[in-house]
């Protein structure tokens, strides 16, 4: 009875509930969501008739977005048309049927709301005008930071908060574009949620999540789950729902710190270990495109044609944080979590990430420092400040600063370059 208690449904109601979920579950066994993702609506695919030719997007495909070659068992490409399986098992009346480009030169515009770098009116001195830019500080820190297990602190210390950091950033960072011309705004101003949603409002959703994953339902584990669907999902979707169809900017800059595992967030384990990398939408797996929404905006992102722009962005951000830091690069390890986005620069990486798929215009994903790193802990415990200060042997910038200048620097350099 604790249980049905802690679901607060009545018994005889919460096994009806779980019978029908299990009954929808098995009839749509085939044709599945993500968890809070709209249906796709496949028919605007075809705003991008014949703006990508057979052979591009069979590279594409195979270099970037499903490297694995999986796309084959749902995707057919003739020199005329593309044929989409929207989930499987679809009959072929289901088929999306997305004519192609005989040629390069016969490629329709590709639809978009943002500008590229020669659409722009640059003004004397100030190489980033005519730019809209959005930035999105990563995660919500505050009073939410140990829901989201974005927090940790070692005694009396200063908390460590990413939420809380990304926004410090973030805020240094908007006045840096700005002063280049930029129009810049943020996915949020204040620490906390932009969606209205809270975790027990996604009961039902974290209820089926439990089921699917075939894990046992408990109150502890059912709270959890809501949490995680808060913060993980439906804050993501609010977001990137905000930028699409309110903001529309030309850039999108993600803004987070990195970090080691560190255990007890009361008792956090200390590492020696830097690093920077960047994210790029890509190298989406078959488990995760099973599910029908994630083959929508893994296809909308390739027609799209943003990834050639931010790897180019990236790879100027990325270059000039090394200046400025000497940050090494992460490296993974596991192909089916992330493969190398450029040859050429080992900082920059493809992997599939909610926001990075969700948001339609050019995304630049920072992932910097390591938070449980010595050094950076001592820097988080300076806060924000002008100037530089002894931390251990050398003298160094706030944390805050050197983030939001390195990222400033790189932005302008891809475009004045």
């Not at 705003?47 to 970037?64: G, R, S």
């Not at 075939?214 to 993501?236: N, Q, S």
């Not at 595992?261 to 994210?279: C, I, M, N, V």
């Not at 200060?389 to 370059?417: D, F, M």
């Amino acid at each position: 009875m604790k249980f049905f208690s802690a679901l607060r449904l009545p018994p005889s109601v919460f096994c009806l509930f779980l019978f029908l979920c299990s009954f929808f579950q098995t009839a749509g066994l085939a044709q599945q969501l993500t968890p809070l993702a709209a249906k796709p609506h496949w028919e605007n695919l075809q705003q991008y008739a014949e703006t990508i030719t057979a052979e591009k997007l069979t590279k594409d495909l195979q270099e970037i977005y499903v490297p694995d070659g999986s796309w084959n068992n749902w995707i057919t490409i003739t020199p005329q048309e593309a044929v989409i399986q929207p989930y499987p098992e679809a009959p072929s009346e289901k088929n999306i049927h997305l004519p192609l480009a005989a040629s390069e030169a016969d490629c329709k515009k590709v639809p978009r709301y943002w500008k590229r770098k020669s659409e722009r009116d640059p003004l004397p001195g100030k190489p980033l005008a005519g730019l809209k830019i959005v930035l999105d500080p990563g995660h919500l820190g505050g009073e939410w930071a140990k829901m989201e297990e974005r927090w940790f602190q070692i005694g009396k210390s200063k908390p460590v908060e990413e939420g809380t950091m990304a926004l410090i950033t973030a805020k240094i960072l908007a006045r840096r574009l700005e002063a280049l011309g930029a129009e810049v705004d943020m996915t949020h101003h204040e620490l906390g949620p932009t969606t209205s949603l809270r975790p027990p409002q996604l009961r039902a959703v974290a209820l089926q999540q439990l089921k699917k994953e075939k894990v046992k339902c408990t109150p502890y584990r059912l709270k959890k789950m809501e949490e995680a669907l808060f913060y993980r999902v439906a804050e993501i979707h609010h977001r990137a729902d905000w930028i699409n169809k309110v903001a529309k900017p030309d850039l999108v800059i993600c803004m987070h710190y990195d970090a080691e595992e560190w255990g007890s967030a009361k008792h956090p384990k200390l590492f020696d270990e830097e690093r920077l990398h960047f994210l790029i939408s890509g190298d989406f797996t078959p488990g995760e495109l099973v599910n029908e929404d994630v083959r929508y905006t893994m296809l909308c992102k390739l027609l799209g044609r943003t990834h050639r722009q931010v790897v180019l962005m990236s790879d100027a951000v990325a270059k000039a944080f090394v200046a400025d830091t000497g940050l090494p690069p992460f490296t993974y390890h596991n192909p089916a979590k992330a493969r190398p986005a450029s040859p050429d620069n080992p900082y920059l990486w493809n992997r599939n990430l909610l926001a990075t798929r969700l948001i339609k215009a050019p995304v630049v994903y920072c992932e910097a420092y390591v938070m449980n790193d010595r050094e950076i802990f001592q820097r988080v415990q300076l806060g924000d400040y002008k100037g530089k200060l002894q931390v251990g042997n050398k003298c160094l910038p706030s944390l805050y600063r050197e983030y939001a200048n390195a990222v400033a620097k790189g932005i302008t350099n891809y475009y004045q370059n």
